[in-house]
């Protein structure tokens, strides 16, 4: 007999607030930085799908093979994240690495960096929809349902508001993006920004050293986004991330505003065979990722949430522009300035436990 829900589904979507909420009626659960994922189990056939709609087995094999062999019902529909860790902590980078085009890459992946589940919450069961049922309800079936083991972890949760923000506070340091609340007697609304999430954000003031120009226009005519750098102890400009996502009149003004500054003589980015982190290069999908050097004289600020990789590190997400800083000088632009959050135990943060990793 064919699953109640068949793939797919959208999953239920959250909308940004600047501080945890603090009224009673919602539950807390941390928000995991991952691939979110909605698992379907019919038997021995095992469906992972990704946020838009499409198939994700092809890339986490391990991940599926693990959800067949697990304790999980035969028949059972699940919400919720994959995930890489590596030394104790959620690795976005090493998780981004696992959507290869060649099978001999993922492979080999799945067995270097393997993936997990995080399930938190429970769409169907058996013959039943769920998602008309209350959160609560809803949590209270899928802890029934859920034993963890091997890749499949079931999320914290908490109706505590203080612990909540302490959560968001700790957890941060294990490599989780803030806190995400529901409504403890809302339904499952697929599609719908019925959750609230709040995410940790930082500012910086970065050296903006190259552009690439926006795809769907002319080279020159419009900015895609701005490749930032920051100094590290020695002086040595590192690419750390880059700010996009501008309306269309932003990209032909930036385009025009630093066409002077592009340079092809000496750049800190071109032509330097030490350990300085760069732009460019060929992608996973054996692309080539041109850039347009700048001279890296102009500065801005830009928000972020996370940082990620051993130093030098970068942004964990493309940045967001603030403003231009012209009162600050480049050389001043420091990797001193980016807040790095004190370690955690991701194992602590899957027991729901708030203590600080050793």
């Known amino acids: 007999m064919p ?25 807390f659960e941390p928000k995991w930085d991952g691939y ?34 697990s304790a999980l019902p035969d028949r059972v529909v699940l919400d919720g994240e994959l995930v890489v860790s590596l030394d104790g902590r959620l690795d976005f980078d090493a998780l981004t690495e696992r959507i290869h085009p060649a099978a001999s890459r993922v492979a080999l992946l799945s067995e270097r960096t393997p993936a997990g589940f995080v399930a938190f919450d429970l769409l169907a069961l058996g013959d039943e929809v769920l998602l008309d049922r209350p959160t609560s309800d809803r949590r209270a079936a899928l ?7 091997g890749a499949l972890h079931l999320t914290p949760c908490t109706g505590d508001v203080e612990l909540a923000r302490r959560w968001f506070g700790l957890f941060e340091g294990a490599g989780l993006d803030g806190v995400v609340g529901k409504a403890a007697g809302g339904a499952y609304l697929p599609g719908k920004r019925a959750m609230v999430k709040v995410k940790h954000a930082r500012t910086a003031e970065c050296v903006v050293a190259g552009l690439r120009w926006h795809k769907d226009t002319e080279p020159g005519t419009a900015a895609g986004s701005l490749l930032l750098g920051l100094h590290d102890d020695a002086g040595v400009l590192h690419h750390v991330g880059v700010v996009g996502s501008f309306k269309a009149a932003e990209r032909r003004s930036l385009a ?11 750049h800190p980015w071109v032509g330097h065979s030490d350990e300085r982190r760069t732009p460019g290069g060929t992608n996973r999908w054996r692309k ?15 928000s972020y949430s996370q940082t990620e990789g051993a130093a030098p590190a970068r942004l964990r997400h493309n940045g967001q522009f603030r403003r231009w800083r012209p009162d600050r000088d480049a050389a001043s632009c420091r990797y001193d300035q980016l807040d790095q959050p004190a370690r955690y135990d991701l194992a602590a943060v899957l027991r729901g436990e708030v203590r600080k990793a050793r």
Request: proline share 12%.
């Open 256 to 266: 025009e505003e630093l066409t002077p500054l592009i340079t092809d003589g000496e």
């Open 3 to 27: 699953l109640p829900l068949t793939p797919p589904v959208q999953p239920m979507l959250a909308t940004s607030a600047d501080a945890i909420p603090t009224t009673s009626d919602l539950l």
């Open 288 to 302: 080539e990722s041109d850039w347009t050097p700048l001279t890296p004289e102009r500065v801005l600020e830009v």
């Open 143 to 149: 802890e029934d349902v859920i034993t963890p083991s």
């Open 36 to 69: 979110r994922c909605l698992v379907f189990r019919d038997g021995s056939e095992v469906v992972l799908q990704s946020r838009g709609g499409k198939p994700l087995n092809r890339y986490f094999p391990e991940v599926e093979a693990a959800l067949r062999g």
